[in-house]
């Protein structure tokens, strides 16, 4: 029997591609994570959704589409045919989302192709289970904020964390790899600094802050983007959220 998280994430995963990616659809990008892998399900077994190409947000997003006999596009390919810079809708996990939809992205250290194909997109829709609900960002996912750095960057990024923000990190720590020495490498060759905060008062703000230090590539910050998230519930039920 399915887990109720698992069952959240299906159920979230099924109704958002039921209810947001159409036969009129040309483009779809798809997130990363293991909700997404629902995602991709649910499509797979809708035959008229087989003629959109997809974009992938990492290499785990592209063996789903592959795998699922999917089309498969980029926004960035030297084949014309295959370049879409211009997607319809994007859907995506998320590991915190709070009531504005702002969300930390970056679990699985794809947060910069994540941005990529969100800001890319038209509409940008997020599934989660109903853990990733929260009243303030920061006090559910406390791993920290993802932020993905080039490696001979990475202690200078550090410093200027602990020293150029206006909010003080709690922690920082350079995600290090599962089975394999050393620190996480992410699809673009470079390495995740997971800084948390505890309570994040203003997103967007901090995310820019981050953003311009030099050395980073993206930050797990996606505020102001998400027009919907739905969450899945432990008995299969769903929870939405529109962006106000
Ligand atoms: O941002 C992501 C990867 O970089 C994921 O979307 C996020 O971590 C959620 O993953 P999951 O669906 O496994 O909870």
Redesign the pocket.
Known sequence: MASAVETG?KAAAFRAVDENITADHKVVGI??????IYAVERIVQRPELHHIVYVPTSFQSLQLITEGGLKLGSVEHTNRALRFPEIDITI????EVDKQLNAI???????FQ?MVVAKAAKKFVMI?DYRKKSDKLGTQWTKGVPIEVVPLAYKVVINALKSQLSMKPETITLRMAVAKAGPVVTDNGNFVIDAHFGSISDPSKLGREIKLLTGVVEV?LFCNMAEMAYFGEADGGVDIWTRK
């Open positions: 994430k997130g990363s994570g293991s909700t997404v995506d996990g998320a590991d992205k970056g679990g699985g250290a794809c947060q994540e989660a797990g």
